[in-house]
């Protein structure tokens, strides 16, 4: 069959900084998904989209095309209506882990289709599958049945959804081309809207452990991914949220469930509960419920039943023991001071190089692998205290995780203040 | 074996705008050229560079890395001098054949290693494999006697030089990244300098026909070449010459080798003469013996002399008949007038298209197809004479040819005058 477009006249088009046409976009990802666009040729033109940037509407006729390279779901049947949540990523960051299910108690389904971790950053399946017996994959008609019956499900999204976003997912980890706003926004929408959710609400994360390292990058992606939302009629909101220094006080798979279901419990770190009732008021909002505040619900324990509930579904017993590291290494404080950084990034390269996270996506992770924090930004400290305790089953990468907190934190002469972002920035609609 | 660098960060260093260290450029050809870094994620490297550009030390390096990745030339034990000529490809470019025999005859060797063509330009090789019989295949030991014998070989560049170039050349054919000084000028510079001349002459094309459209990016890709060919110690000068018309008055394989013995025999066209003897005298003075004038020589016909022995020695019959197109088409002037305008690019496209150049490298190329050319810019025309008569095997191409050819000629009103720049338009040393 003779294609209607050349690949190396719409990668001409934007190396030049043209747009590219509706039609350019639509045959180059359905090209590029068929194979008849070679993996070196969408690499040429993702590096193009990188340094030329695209117009809102390549970005959404970019979207577009890959949600229709696959299926969508549809849950416009349930009894409830649907919210869903994204965040870029970050390092501790476990709020899907409580949200989801305070979410639901409020009287919201939420579909949580996840992923697993690649690189520093910890993915949300890698952290469940922690729970002895839980499992990560369910059919379409097994999610929908959860969703009607306990109305939280976390799963793993299946291949059906924007295959196109998948293949070029891999290609641009290996060529460069990850941090460029088109791209992810497109990334993550097309699979978010492909999902068939009502509403949703984004958790830009801003900072050193995040993909935008500063406010105008992520205010830039979230207004991108909001826009193209709310093109698709899907009620879209983006907190930009802190990740200069990690969330909560663990970080790792095991560590992260343990004080997600503290959280729950009623307890856990301030800033963890912070976020997660500022997103579930964010999405009963969404869904059309604001008359219920999550706050009391959280208070109330409906939320921790919800988990429970679901974590059984899935296979597992919420009351299992998590699984523990075999090596523990304390770092201690190296003198008296306020702690004034703790760097997130160094945190979750160091927790990856401990075994938490991957490098490429067919690696194992360690359960109980990770980092607890027993300081956080503003506490003040005595030298020798214990700053952080190291996790791993094998002693023999405490040495490279070590290496990765050179410089992590600071400690400055009492009477200091840490200078931070608030947990939550700014909210875009 | 585990690599010393990590391809995503040669990547993103130039994409973000950074200068490659001289190791890197190393590994990272290095390791394309053993497969260590796939055709992807040099993809995304050419686009990088393409968009920003290198530094010349980048560029040399690059250069020299290419040269490394495979075998050298040593003509040092010749009786005579050498010097080569590069030109980066025309239309009714076929001044090679005249000028090497014409060079030799002056006393210089000349090694000229050619390709073959591919889109609009055509390919040395291809014109003289227009002539039955005539191999572009010889052994380096067989070019070393032809050269020491005859002092003229043409062949084909075999593959031991510069593999990393011919890899990187078919990719960035696919990529969109050939139109790029940095990468032109290595990719010419890299097998020139391989080859092992002593001087080297550059016939740097500017115009509608040629890779460079305007004076400035000519005069930025033969500094570029200038100097890394002075960095290899080989005397190296460039012309900038005229392509915004065809070269002669013949566009394809067999009719240029007529036209090319035309000259050789004391006539031809007066463009093709003026820069043959212009570039011949530049590779009689870069190889040192300035006090033959290569314009007396060509009067002598001892380059015809040199051309038939070339011919005989790679198993031709230079009297042998040159194959001819079955078919012609004849296009006439449509008016009166002054021809001010015959585009190059055009005139190239419709020879391509009527059989004399190939799209694909794999494709065959007819000996006889191409175009004769009965006016040049500045010729006084009457409405129905002969403009241009195309030739091809196959009739059905004239209509795509002709097609072609839209807005490839203008008549003007009497008394008005072309508006071309020279045949050589300026020196770059």
């Known amino acids: 069959m003779s294609e209607p477009y050349d690949a190396v006249e719409v990668i001409t088009t934007k190396r030049d900084?043209?747009?590219?046409?509706?039609?350019?976009?639509?045959?180059?990802?359905?090209?590029?998904?068929?194979?008849?666009?070679a993996e070196e040729q969408m690499a040429a033109l993702a590096m193009a989209i990188y340094l030329r940037g695209m117009s809102h509407r390549e970005v959404a006729g970019w979207t577009d095309a890959m949600i229709r390279s696959g299926e969508r779901?549809?849950?416009?049947?349930?009894?409830?209506?649907?919210?869903?949540?994204?965040?870029?990523g970050g390092v501790g960051d476990k709020i899907t882990l409580p949200l989801v299910p305070l979410v639901a108690a409020c009287g919201v389904a939420v579909p949580q289709l996840s992923g697993r971790g690649l690189g520093h950053t910890g993915g949300t399946l890698d952290k469940l599958e922690s729970i002895p017996g839980w499992s990560a994959t369910l059919t379409n008609e097994e999610m929908m049945l959860q969703l009607e019956d306990v109305g939280a499900v976390i799963c793993a999204a299946g291949?059906?959804?924007?295959?196109?976003?998948?293949?070029?997912?891999?290609?641009?980890d290996v060529t460069g081309t990850v941090s460029c706003v088109p791209?992810?926004?497109?990334?993550?929408?097309?699979?978010k809207i492909a999902e068939g959710t009502g509403s949703l609400v984004l958790d830009v994360k801003v900072g050193s452990g995040a993909f935008m390292k500063d406010l105008t990058g992520a205010r830039e992606l979230a207004e991108t991914m909001v826009r193209l939302g709310q093109d698709a009629r899907i009620r879209t909101v983006a907190l930009l949220t802190n990740m200069q220094t990690p969330?909560?006080?663990?970080?790792?798979?095991?560590?992260?469930?343990?004080?997600?279901?503290?959280?729950?419990?009623?307890?856990?770190?301030?800033?963890?509960?912070?976020?997660?009732?500022?997103?579930?008021?964010?999405?009963?909002?969404?869904?059309?419920?604001?008359?219920?505040?999550?706050?009391?619900?959280l208070a109330s324990g409906k939320a921790m039943d919800v988990w429970r509930r679901m974590i059984r579904a899935q296979g597992a017993d919420p009351d299992a023991a998590l699984p523990a590291a075999a090596e523990t290494h304390t770092v201690l404080a190296?003198?008296?001071g306020v702690l004034v950084t703790l760097d997130a990034l160094a945190v979750g390269v160091a927790s990856?190089?401990?075994?938490?996270?991957?490098?490429?996506?067919?690696?194992?992770?360690?359960?109980?692998?990770?980092?607890?924090?027993?300081?956080?930004?503003?506490?003040?400290?005595?030298?020798?205290?214990?700053?952080?305790?190291?996790?791993?089953?094998?002693?023999?990468?405490?040495?490279?995780?070590?290496?990765?907190?050179?410089?992590?934190?600071?400690?400055?002469?009492?009477?200091?203040?840490?200078?931070?972002?608030?947990?939550?920035?700014?909210?875009?609609?």
């Open 17 to 37: 900084g043209d747009e590219l046409s509706d039609r350019q976009i639509d045959w180059v990802v359905d090209a590029y998904t068929r194979g008849a666009v």
């Open 334 to 336: 190296p003198a008296d």
């Open 247 to 297: 969330l909560g006080l663990t970080v790792g798979n095991a560590l992260e469930v343990r004080e997600s279901v503290e959280v729950l419990a009623g307890g856990g770190p301030p800033d963890v509960v912070e976020l997660t009732i500022a997103l579930a008021r964010e999405m009963v909002a969404g869904a059309g419920v604001p008359s219920v505040d999550p706050a009391d619900v």
């Open 159 to 172: 291949t059906g959804l924007a295959p196109a976003d998948k293949k070029l997912y891999a290609l641009r």
């Open 183 to 191: 791209l992810i926004a497109s990334s993550i929408m097309s699979k």
């Open 352 to 429: 990856w190089r401990l075994g938490a996270g991957r490098a490429r996506k067919e690696d194992p992770v360690q359960a109980g692998a990770g980092i607890e924090l027993h300081a956080k930004p503003g506490a003040v400290l005595r030298g020798g205290e214990p700053l952080m305790t190291l996790h791993t089953d094998e002693p023999n990468r405490f040495e490279r995780a070590v290496g990765a907190l050179a410089g992590a934190y600071v400690i400055a002469p009492e009477g200091s203040r840490p200078d931070l972002l608030p947990i939550v920035v700014e909210r875009v609609v």
């Open 73 to 88: 779901l549809d849950f416009s049947a349930l009894s409830r209506p649907t919210s869903d949540k994204h965040s870029t």
